[in-house]
């Protein structure tokens, strides 16, 4: 068997999510109905993690395993052709039996996208969020400073199902690129919805709304009800997932 690893780049808007549901389209259900027509069997395919209704990726990951030996770059090809425009296989490389796109992952990367400025964007709106409020830049940073490190993000998840709500977060950076704010953040795993409540109480900060010594106190708490609201996921996109 072939052990096939993926990278692929998705517009999230017309899909209620990554993962494969009985109702609603999904990109996983698009993706493994692709590779089958081409492989000419069923498989399991494997994605480096969720990404939620609306959230977009450049850099999403997943693998299956197959009989099939067609090369490598006819597979990408031939997936493609069966796949709508919105989803692509930017990518594809015979990895080793045991690599798992999920619990081989070391860290993903994800960033989400403002637009502060009075003006909506036509064009791009479905990939920010527009904030029309003066939002402080260098409170928000310093916000983000305190969430760097092995903590417990339990005041940011939205779901209680998982055992540990412990993650380190490598890097949380906020950087300003004309009239959008762009938050990056490395983390060697997510909860659910945990970016996109971050960056919501992170904007709480900015507008002045809440201290950083009240972001501090609302940290150690762990109470998501005194956190900031979750950011819609459109502004959410997956960049990269390191092995």
């Known amino acids: 068997m072939n052990n096939i690893k993926l990278v692929i780049e998705y517009d999230g808007t017309n899909y209620a999510g990554w993962q494969q549901q009985k109702n609603g389209i999904t990109i996983h259900g698009k993706l493994t109905k692709a ?3 081409v492989v ?4 399991t395919l494997l994605g480096a993690g969720r990404t939620d209704a ?5 850099g999403q990951v997943a693998n299956f395993k197959t009989k099939s030996s067609i090369p490598i770059y006819n597979l990408v090809k031939a997936i493609n052709s069966y796949l709508p425009k919105d989803i692509v296989v930017r990518s594809a490389k015979k990895v080793p039996e045991k690599f798992h796109s999920r619990y081989s992952a070391q860290s993903k990367i994800y960033c989400y996208t403002i637009l502060n400025s009075n003006m909506r964007d036509a064009i791009g709106r479905n990939y920010c969020l527009h904030y029309s409020m003066h939002l402080d830049i260098e409170k928000m940073q310093k916000g983000a400073k305190v969430l760097v490190g092995k903590h417990d993000f339990s005041a940011f998840k939205s779901k209680s199902d998982v055992i540990s709500s412990v993650r380190t977060i490598m890097k949380l950076e906020i950087k300003k690129r004309g009239k959008f704010l762009i938050f990056t953040v490395e983390a060697d ?8 409540s971050i960056v919501g109480t992170l904007i709480e900060i900015g507008r002045g709304k809440m201290t950083i010594t ?6 150690k708490s762990g109470v998501r009800a005194k956190a900031g609201n979750t950011v819609p996921a459109y502004g959410l996109c997956l960049l990269k997932v390191k092995y």
């Open 40 to 43: 000419n069997e069923e498989v």
């Open 35 to 37: 590779i089958e027509r």
């Open 189 to 196: 795993g997510f909860l659910y919805k945990m970016v996109r």
């Open 214 to 219: 009240e972001f501090k106190k609302i940290v």
């Open 54 to 58: 609306g959230t977009h990726a450049i």
